[in-house]
């Protein structure tokens, strides 16, 4: 097989078969085929797209390049959760020991955060000695014991995806329906999950902008999921606003405590309920998805999501008193308000410049190289909708450092305030399951 003809197929049009897209990623992975003709191949991709049978197809392909994860000794269906990024995203904090309370197995990989704000792992540690360094016996266990166990990637998990990724960012490539669902869903499907539940964002703040965008992406790794034996659904949910409240490490975590104890922001909490009824049903723990709520409404009332949250910290090595006690979470030496400047309704609130705003206080990773400040971050006090009166406080900055113009001014800029009456954005736009 000469890669130059295949590039040529796709080119005019057609179809690669199963055996030339194997070679391709093999190929690639290995370093016998150049990162040119790779480069070649996936514009040609952008512009004649991928079929159902050639987007199944590379998506194994990937998983196959690399180690892949067996959970085979952890009882129960293994559900994983998606999401495609946000500003401010706490679901993953929440779900974990929301869905694990009800029986549901959370064996979870998770990395760090570059960008606005940290990832899951740089979140869990501004919780005192807890860790993600365990091997994966002691992770199998934790799994079987508790439910629910966080450990960190394994460094050789779909090496043909980082390559190519790497590759599309600087070719003008990352735009394609067909190379972002695989790339996404090889990635969950490595990581060893039987069924997944995709948190597709749109919105100002999200990868995809426009509702057609994520319900086509959606679609997509709906298919790719199906197609390859897991069962696979998607929720489409709002991002032209941060979710929640807090945006940073540490005010993360107080606010997934806020909302296992029922207590949280009413978006997030919507969103969890919506995405963990989804987990428990394809677990098959709950014969409806009305069931699964129900269930996991009672997991918040009863405290036993808050207590499986305290179990999983303490067994990784975490101080779980912090659940009673959030103030032995890292604090920020200046809190600041942010005045509202005229009375009216919000309108806006940008996520992705908020989410820089929190960068800039040093909540997130500038290079990989960068040490994060874990108590610091931002706490909304509106959102998109609601009335403010001057002076009431738009934001709650929490800082490490005295001078914080730079940030005010850039959240002076992303939060709009109008004299006209606004409605909030819809939070849950579709649910996609076929
Ligand atoms: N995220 C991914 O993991 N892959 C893509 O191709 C785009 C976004
Ligand atoms: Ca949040």
Redesign the pocket.
């Given at each position: 097989m000469r890669m130059v003809d295949l590039i040529e197929k796709k080119r005019d049009g057609h179809e690669l078969s199963t055996e030339e897209i194997n070679f391709i990623i093999s190929g690639y992975t290995d370093g016998t085929i150049p990162d040119y003709q790779v480069s070649a191949l996936t514009m040609a991709i952008v512009f004649r797209g991928m079929s159902e049978r050639e987007r199944a197809d590379l998506t194994m392909a990937m998983v196959e390049s690399g180690d892949q994860i067996n959970l085979s000794q952890i009882e129960g269906i293994k559900v994983d959760k998606h999401s495609?990024?946000g500003v401010g995203d706490t679901t993953t904090l929440v779900l974990g020991p929301l869905v694990a309370a009800v029986g549901v197995p959370v064996a979870k990989m998770s990395g760090r955060g570059l960008g606005h704000t940290g990832g899951t792992i740089d979140k869990l540690e501004s919780v005192e000695g807890f860790h993600v360094e365990i091997d994966n016996d002691e992770f199998i266990q934790l799994v079987n014991k508790n439910k629910i166990a966080v450990i960190g990637q394994s460094g050789n998990l779909t090496p043909a995806?980082k390559k190519l990724?790497a590759l599309?960012d600087v070719t003008a490539t990352?735009e394609s329906i067909p190379?972002?669902a695989s790339?996404?869903m090889s990635?969950k499907i490595a990581a060893g999950a039987d069924a997944i539940v995709l948190d597709v964002k749109t919105g100002a703040g999200a990868?995809m902008k426009t509702l057609d965008d994520s319900r086509e992406l959606a679609h997509a790794m709906v298919r790719i999921g199906n197609n390859v034996g897991r069962r696979t659904m998607a929720v489409i949910s709002d991002m032209s606003q941060p979710l929640g409240f807090a945006i940073g490490n540490a005010l993360e975590v107080k606010e997934a405590i806020d909302t296992l104890k029922g207590e949280g922001p009413a978006d997030l909490t919507e969103l969890c309920l919506t995405l963990g009824s989804h987990m428990v049903y394809l677990a098959e723990r709950a014969n409806s998805l009305p069931e699964a709520r129900t269930m996991l409404e009672k997991a918040m009332e009863d405290g036993s999501a808050l207590e499986k949250l305290k179990v999983f910290l303490s067994s990784q090595g975490g101080d779980g008193s912090i659940v009673d006690h959030p103030e032995k979470l890292p604090q920020a030496k200046f809190i600041v308000e942010l005045e509202a400047k005229e009375d009216g309704y919000v309108a806006e609130i940008v996520a992705d410049e908020v989410g820089t705003a929190a960068m800039l206080l040093g909540a997130g990773r500038v290079t990989k190289e960068s040490v994060i400040d874990l108590a610091v971050g931002l706490v909304l006090r509106k959102k998109i909708g609601d009335h403010v009166k001057k002076g009431d406080s738009l934001v709650t900055i929490y800082s490490n450092f005295e001078n914080i113009d730079e940030v005010k001014q850039k959240l002076y800029d992303n939060i709009k305030v109008t004299s006209q009456k606004v409605t909030a954005p819809t939070l849950i736009h579709e649910e996609i399951t076929e």
């Open positions: 495609t990024g995806d990724y599309r990352v190379l972002i790339s996404i990635k990868f």
